[in-house]
Protein backbone atom coordinates (compact mmCIF):
# COMPACT_ATOMS: atom_id res chain seq x y z
CA UNK A 1 0.00 0.00 0.00
CA UNK A 2 1.46 3.50 -0.38
CA UNK A 3 0.79 6.64 1.18
CA UNK A 4 2.12 10.39 1.48
CA UNK A 5 2.33 12.15 4.62
CA UNK A 6 2.27 16.11 4.70
CA UNK A 7 3.99 17.56 7.58
CA UNK A 8 2.32 20.59 9.05
CA UNK A 9 -1.45 21.57 7.71
CA UNK A 10 -0.75 24.82 7.51
CA UNK A 11 2.84 26.42 6.69
CA UNK A 12 3.54 30.40 7.46
CA UNK A 13 6.50 32.63 5.85
CA UNK A 14 7.18 35.98 4.82
CA UNK A 15 7.28 37.30 1.33
CA UNK A 16 10.70 36.73 -0.10
CA UNK A 17 11.60 34.20 1.98
CA UNK A 18 12.12 30.65 1.45
CA UNK A 19 9.43 28.16 1.40
CA UNK A 20 9.77 24.62 2.27
CA UNK A 21 6.53 22.23 2.25
CA UNK A 22 7.26 18.90 3.28
CA UNK A 23 6.55 15.41 1.82
CA UNK A 24 7.09 12.21 2.72
CA UNK A 25 6.07 9.12 1.23
CA UNK A 26 5.65 4.99 2.01
CA UNK A 27 5.94 2.90 -1.52
CA UNK A 28 7.17 -0.78 -1.72
CA UNK A 29 7.64 -0.46 -5.33
CA UNK A 30 9.30 2.91 -7.56
CA UNK A 31 6.93 5.60 -6.92
CA UNK A 32 5.86 8.36 -9.16
CA UNK A 33 5.58 11.44 -7.15
CA UNK A 34 3.51 14.94 -7.71
CA UNK A 35 2.70 18.21 -6.13
CA UNK A 36 -0.70 19.34 -6.85
CA UNK A 37 -1.32 23.60 -6.02
CA UNK A 38 -4.98 24.30 -5.90
CA UNK A 39 -5.89 28.38 -5.22
CA UNK A 40 -9.07 29.20 -3.32
CA UNK A 41 -11.98 28.20 -5.16
CA UNK A 42 -10.39 26.33 -8.09
CA UNK A 43 -9.25 23.25 -8.78
CA UNK A 44 -6.08 21.70 -8.61
CA UNK A 45 -2.99 22.03 -11.14
CA UNK A 46 -0.16 20.23 -11.23
CA UNK A 47 3.17 21.81 -10.44
CA UNK A 48 5.70 19.25 -10.59
CA UNK A 49 6.29 15.27 -10.95
CA UNK A 50 8.86 12.81 -10.60
CA UNK A 51 8.71 9.94 -13.21
CA UNK A 52 11.85 8.28 -12.31
CA UNK A 53 14.10 10.61 -14.48
CA UNK A 54 16.07 13.11 -13.12
CA UNK A 55 15.97 13.16 -9.38
CA UNK A 56 15.67 17.07 -9.09
CA UNK A 57 12.77 18.22 -10.42
CA UNK A 58 11.62 21.84 -11.83
CA UNK A 59 8.21 23.08 -12.36
CA UNK A 60 6.20 26.27 -12.64
CA UNK A 61 6.00 29.13 -10.98
CA UNK A 62 10.12 28.53 -9.42
CA UNK A 63 9.34 25.65 -7.93
CA UNK A 64 10.94 22.56 -7.43
CA UNK A 65 11.21 19.12 -5.27
CA UNK A 66 14.11 16.59 -4.99
CA UNK A 67 13.66 13.14 -4.53
CA UNK A 68 15.30 11.40 -2.03
CA UNK A 69 14.72 7.75 -1.90
CA UNK A 70 17.02 7.11 1.25
CA UNK A 71 15.02 9.46 2.92
CA UNK A 72 11.57 8.56 1.62
CA UNK A 73 11.03 12.54 0.96
CA UNK A 74 9.70 15.12 -1.87
CA UNK A 75 10.11 18.06 -0.47
CA UNK A 76 9.00 21.29 -2.17
CA UNK A 77 11.05 24.49 -2.37
CA UNK A 78 11.12 28.12 -3.80
CA UNK A 79 14.02 30.38 -3.03
CA UNK A 80 11.14 33.23 -2.28
CA UNK A 81 7.72 33.41 -1.24
CA UNK A 82 5.46 35.49 -3.27
CA UNK A 83 2.47 36.89 -2.36
CA UNK A 84 0.35 35.12 -5.32
CA UNK A 85 2.06 31.84 -3.95
CA UNK A 86 -0.66 31.46 -1.08
CA UNK A 87 -2.94 28.27 -1.79
CA UNK A 88 -3.13 24.67 -0.73
CA UNK A 89 -0.36 22.49 -1.85
CA UNK A 90 -1.37 18.76 -2.37
CA UNK A 91 1.59 16.04 -2.44
CA UNK A 92 0.53 12.84 -4.21
CA UNK A 93 1.81 9.47 -4.95
CA UNK A 94 1.35 6.82 -7.65
CA UNK A 95 2.66 3.40 -9.13
CA UNK A 96 1.98 0.39 -10.96
CA UNK A 97 1.23 -1.41 -8.28
CA UNK A 98 -1.92 1.15 -7.86
CA UNK A 99 -2.66 1.15 -11.18
CA UNK A 100 -1.51 4.44 -11.14
CA UNK A 101 -4.19 5.67 -8.90
CA UNK A 102 -3.21 9.03 -7.81
CA UNK A 103 -2.94 8.95 -3.44
CA UNK A 104 -3.31 12.59 -2.13
CA UNK A 105 -1.16 13.68 1.24
CA UNK A 106 -3.63 16.07 3.33
CA UNK A 107 -2.63 19.09 2.10
CA UNK A 108 -0.53 22.29 3.54
CA UNK A 109 -1.63 25.20 3.41
CA UNK A 110 1.10 28.27 2.78
CA UNK A 111 0.28 31.26 3.95
CA UNK A 112 2.94 34.34 3.14
CA UNK A 113 2.62 37.75 5.48
CA UNK A 114 3.72 40.96 3.41
CA UNK B 1 -7.35 28.90 -18.39
CA UNK B 2 -8.33 24.97 -17.61
CA UNK B 3 -8.87 22.78 -20.32
CA UNK B 4 -10.96 21.05 -18.57
CA UNK B 5 -14.66 22.84 -18.30
CA UNK B 6 -17.06 22.04 -15.43
CA UNK B 7 -20.14 23.29 -15.53
CA UNK B 8 -22.16 24.30 -13.67
CA UNK B 9 -19.62 26.43 -11.23
CA UNK B 10 -22.11 26.59 -8.47
CA UNK B 11 -25.20 24.84 -7.23
CA UNK B 12 -27.98 24.70 -4.81
CA UNK B 13 -30.19 21.79 -4.80
CA UNK B 14 -32.96 20.19 -2.33
CA UNK B 15 -32.38 17.08 -1.15
CA UNK B 16 -35.56 15.89 -3.62
CA UNK B 17 -34.13 17.49 -7.18
CA UNK B 18 -32.11 15.75 -9.71
CA UNK B 19 -29.48 17.81 -11.36
CA UNK B 20 -26.25 16.84 -12.93
CA UNK B 21 -22.87 18.30 -13.09
CA UNK B 22 -21.04 18.11 -16.27
CA UNK B 23 -17.44 17.96 -17.60
CA UNK B 24 -16.27 18.41 -20.59
CA UNK B 25 -12.31 18.27 -22.32
CA UNK B 26 -11.02 18.48 -25.73
CA UNK B 27 -7.70 17.48 -25.32
CA UNK B 28 -8.45 13.85 -26.70
CA UNK B 29 -8.05 12.41 -23.38
CA UNK B 30 -9.02 8.92 -22.86
CA UNK B 31 -9.71 8.91 -19.07
CA UNK B 32 -12.36 10.88 -17.11
CA UNK B 33 -12.65 10.94 -13.18
CA UNK B 34 -15.07 12.38 -11.02
CA UNK B 35 -13.71 13.68 -7.21
CA UNK B 36 -15.12 14.70 -4.26
CA UNK B 37 -13.55 17.09 -2.28
CA UNK B 38 -14.52 18.45 1.17
CA UNK B 39 -13.29 21.43 2.67
CA UNK B 40 -9.46 21.36 4.02
CA UNK B 41 -9.18 18.27 2.56
CA UNK B 42 -7.72 16.16 -0.30
CA UNK B 43 -9.84 15.38 -3.31
CA UNK B 44 -11.68 11.79 -2.97
CA UNK B 45 -11.97 9.64 -5.83
CA UNK B 46 -14.80 8.66 -7.34
CA UNK B 47 -15.47 7.19 -10.78
CA UNK B 48 -13.08 6.66 -13.22
CA UNK B 49 -14.26 5.98 -17.04
CA UNK B 50 -11.53 4.86 -19.08
CA UNK B 51 -12.57 4.50 -22.65
CA UNK B 52 -16.31 5.92 -22.28
CA UNK B 53 -16.23 2.32 -19.79
CA UNK B 54 -16.69 2.77 -16.10
CA UNK B 55 -13.98 1.23 -14.98
CA UNK B 56 -13.73 2.09 -11.46
CA UNK B 57 -16.44 2.61 -8.83
CA UNK B 58 -15.16 3.75 -5.17
CA UNK B 59 -17.98 2.23 -3.40
CA UNK B 60 -20.30 5.57 -4.22
CA UNK B 61 -23.72 5.76 -3.05
CA UNK B 62 -26.60 5.29 -5.87
CA UNK B 63 -27.49 8.92 -5.77
CA UNK B 64 -24.70 9.68 -8.12
CA UNK B 65 -24.47 8.30 -11.14
CA UNK B 66 -21.93 8.89 -13.68
CA UNK B 67 -22.47 8.70 -17.39
CA UNK B 68 -19.96 9.11 -20.14
CA UNK B 69 -21.97 10.20 -23.26
CA UNK B 70 -18.75 10.67 -25.45
CA UNK B 71 -14.74 10.89 -25.38
CA UNK B 72 -14.87 14.52 -24.37
CA UNK B 73 -18.22 14.33 -22.13
CA UNK B 74 -18.59 13.41 -18.36
CA UNK B 75 -21.79 13.92 -16.49
CA UNK B 76 -22.38 13.34 -13.18
CA UNK B 77 -26.35 12.76 -12.48
CA UNK B 78 -27.39 13.75 -8.65
CA UNK B 79 -30.77 12.51 -7.09
CA UNK B 80 -31.66 12.49 -3.63
CA UNK B 81 -28.70 14.05 -2.23
CA UNK B 82 -28.07 14.69 1.69
CA UNK B 83 -26.23 17.85 3.33
CA UNK B 84 -23.37 15.99 3.95
CA UNK B 85 -22.69 15.46 -0.23
CA UNK B 86 -22.35 19.51 -0.39
CA UNK B 87 -18.88 19.79 -1.64
CA UNK B 88 -16.71 20.93 -4.26
CA UNK B 89 -17.06 18.36 -7.00
CA UNK B 90 -13.89 18.10 -9.31
CA UNK B 91 -13.58 16.50 -12.77
CA UNK B 92 -9.95 15.69 -14.41
CA UNK B 93 -9.05 14.26 -17.46
CA UNK B 94 -5.91 11.66 -18.16
CA UNK B 95 -4.14 10.73 -21.49
CA UNK B 96 -5.15 7.19 -20.55
CA UNK B 97 -6.16 5.65 -17.35
CA UNK B 98 -2.60 4.74 -16.61
CA UNK B 99 -1.00 7.54 -19.09
CA UNK B 100 1.82 9.61 -17.35
CA UNK B 101 2.25 7.82 -14.58
CA UNK B 102 -0.94 9.21 -12.83
CA UNK B 103 -0.73 12.84 -13.70
CA UNK B 104 -4.05 14.27 -14.18
CA UNK B 105 -5.32 17.75 -15.25
CA UNK B 106 -8.17 19.13 -13.55
CA UNK B 107 -11.40 21.70 -13.93
CA UNK B 108 -12.21 24.58 -11.47
CA UNK B 109 -14.72 22.42 -9.96
CA UNK B 110 -18.77 22.31 -9.46
CA UNK B 111 -19.28 23.44 -5.83
CA UNK B 112 -22.79 21.97 -4.50
CA UNK B 113 -24.26 22.87 -1.48
CA UNK B 114 -27.55 20.44 -0.32
CA UNK B 115 -30.31 21.92 1.64
Known amino acids: AQSVTQLGSHVSVSEGALVLLRCNYS??????LFWYVQYPNQGLQLLLK??????LVKGINGFEAEFKKSETSFHLTKPSAHMSDAAEYFC????????????FGSGTRLLVRP | DTEVTQTPKHLVMGMTNKKSLKCEQH?????MYWYKQKAKKPPELMFV???????INESVPSRFSPECPNSSLLNLHLHALQPEDSALYLC??????????????FGEGSRLTVL
Open chain 2, 92 to 105: ASSPILQGSYGELF
Open chain 1, 27 to 32: SSVPPY
Open chain 1, 50 to 55: YTSAAT
Open chain 1, 92 to 103: AVSSMDSSYKLI
Open chain 2, 27 to 31: MGHRA
Open chain 2, 49 to 55: YSYEKLS
